[in-house]
């Protein structure tokens, strides 16, 4: 079983939707949990941390649940822009490293 | 200021040949990463380094992969002898340990085609 799984899509939506993803863990160690996002050919990039209380950055929510070792990603009022690959990372106790999840995609349509 | 720096961007060898990636992390950052991605296998951590030592390297496929960082501006990742299943995006990345911010900085990578 992966580390952190992750359905790989792709999620085909129209601009001004709303989208979730969802992410599962399988260390109940885990520290700390981000969301990257990867453009076509191009390199991963911090989204946003996940903090346990939930937290939204603009139109992106994250919101963790520990108990059931998960994680989600919300967007509201899609944009074009927004079509990417996120990655759902996580930090395990003791260890600088990231494990970071194989990606959904998303494609934002006009 | 500049990102974290890799080269060759692309790089296409025989099988048998010797590979060597190379990376400059950000100034005053003193961890860095070297990762792999495939479609199969997602991204996939290699070896990290903290002020130059090697910290964790059980991600190393094999004995045909080394990496060294001789100095907190540069480090190498080497493949020899390379074999078509090589065939990637390795990416490096750095990191500084300042408060609880772990975000990781990534370079844009090495294409690597091993035929």
């Known amino acids: 079983r992966k580390e952190v799984e992750q359905d790989p899509g792709p999620f085909n939506v129209p601009e001004g939707a709303t989208v979730a993803f969802n992410c599962t863990y399988s260390?109940?160690?885990?520290?700390?949990f981000f969301w990257y996002r990867q453009d076509c050919r191009k390199e991963p990039k911090l989204l946003m941390s996940?903090?346990?209380s939930g937290n939204e950055d603009g139109r992106f929510t994250a919101q963790l649940n520990r108990a059931s070792q998960y994680i989600s990603l919300l967007i509201r009022d899609s944009k074009l822009s927004d079509s990417a690959t996120y990655l759902c990372?996580?930090?395990?106790?003791?260890?600088?490293?990231?494990?970071f999840g194989s990606g959904t995609r998303l494609q934002v349509q006009p | 200021d500049a990102g974290v720096i890799q080269s060759p961007r692309h790089e296409v060898t025989e099988m048998g040949q010797e590979v060597t990636l190379r990376c400059k992390p950000i100034?005053?950052?003193?961890?860095l990463f070297w990762y792999r991605q495939t479609m199969m296998r997602g991204l996939e951590l290699l070896i990290y380094?903290?002020?130059?030592?090697?910290?964790?390297d059980s991600g190393m496929p094999e004995d045909r992969f080394s990496a060294k960082m001789p100095n907190a501006s540069f480090s190498t990742l080497k493949i020899q002898p390379s074999e078509p299943r090589d065939s990637a995006v390795y990416f490096c990345?750095?990191?500084?340990?300042?408060?609880?911010?772990?975000?990781?900085?990534f370079g844009p990578g090495t294409r690597l085609t091993v035929t």
């Open positions: 260390n109940s160690a885990s520290q700390s």
């Open positions: 996940v903090y346990s």
């Open positions: 990372v996580v930090k395990d106790t003791g260890r600088r490293a990231l494990t």
């Open positions: 990345a750095s990191s500084s340990p300042r408060g609880q911010v772990y975000e990781q900085y």
């Open positions: 380094f903290n002020n130059n030592v090697p910290i964790d």
């Open positions: 100034s005053g950052h003193d961890y």
